[in-house]
């Protein structure tokens, strides 16, 4: 008489302990928090500019403290000598330049906005740096509409939708020192 092979029972435990062993380390993307556990309120004042366009100066440092508020336990103060870090950006550069040209008035149909940034994140009490990235650059597409009575000034919902995601880009990289 044969007997009956016990290994399947063998290979499915084998197989649960790699599974289970496998995932050890497991964690979603962008909830990380590696800042100082002193840190508990950061300053996000007012972008110095190098450029012509004033509003990405109004625009960035309140996207980026939304973000924070939405995503992190962080309080955000208005003044930085009440906070424990300070982020600090520079808008370096602003460039548009045309990428579809309407064939029949050969004016530009689309647009494509280019934004270079200089951020940092300094722990106040201390000075050190917390996070710094220099040459951070972000993109935009917008339209413009060919027609005049339909006509739609695209580029301040595109600046809009650029500083959510340097916002979201930021928030990040100093949560997780990318």
């Known amino acids: 008489m044969r007997r009956k092979n016990p290994r399947p029972w063998l290979v499915v435990a084998v197989l649960v302990l790699a599974l289970w062993l496998g995932g050890c380390g497991y964690h979603v993307a962008g909830r990380a928090d590696l800042l100082p ?67 029949a008035t050969s004016r530009a149909s689309a647009v494509q906005m280019s934004v270079v940034l200089d951020i940092s994140l300094r722990e106040r009490a201390t000075g050190a740096v917390l996070y710094a990235r220099s040459g951070l650059e972000a993109r935009e597409r917008y339209e ?32 997780e020192k990318f």
């Open 37 to 103: 556990k002193n840190i508990k309120t950061i300053a996000v004042p007012a972008f110095t500019n190098a450029t012509i366009r004033y509003k990405l100066t109004e625009r960035l440092p309140s996207a980026i403290t939304r973000e924070f508020l939405s995503r992190t336990r962080y309080r955000i103060v208005a003044d930085p000598a009440e906070a424990d870090a300070v982020l600090e950006g520079r808008v370096a550069l602003y460039n548009y330049y045309p990428t579809i040209l309407d064939p």
């Open 144 to 175: 413009i509409s060919v027609d005049q009575v339909a006509y739609f000034e695209e580029s301040d919902p595109a600046l809009d939708r650029l500083s959510r995601d340097v916002a979201r880009t930021v928030v990040s990289a100093v949560l």
